[in-house]
Structure formats: C-alpha cells, structure tokens
C-alpha cells in the first residue's frame, strides 16, 4: 500500500495477515493506493485507490 498527500509519495507499507492499517494522525487528506496479488487457490491481481480524510 502506497500513501501520497499533496502529490507526494508519504510511504509505502505491507499489510500481511490482516485487512487493517492505522490511519495518519495528521489532519488533512490521504490518498492510498492498494495492489493485491494472489496465487493460492485463485490467481490474479488488483489495484484500488482511495482517499482518507483525517480530521483534527
């Protein structure tokens, strides 16, 4: 998972076993980008992206 605000590229990060991650604690708006791959009993992949809106 990649996390960008204000057009920059903030982190990027592994989620491994479990659907979640912790929010920023800065206020403003994330935008995420999300790319899954698969191989166990289904093959393929996918990208997602979304925006978060963390408020003070």
């Known amino acids: 998972m990649t ?3 204000l057009g920059e590229m903030q982190e990027e990060f ?3 076993g479990s659907p979640r991650f ?9 935008h995420y980008t999300f790319h899954l791959t698969w191989d166990d009993q ?8 979304f925006k978060l809106t963390v408020r003070e």
């Open 14 to 16: 592994t989620i491994e």
């Open 22 to 30: 912790e929010a920023p604690e800065e206020p403003g708006l994330h």
């Open 3 to 5: 996390r960008y605000r």
């Open 42 to 49: 289904y093959y393929g992949e996918a990208t997602y992206g």
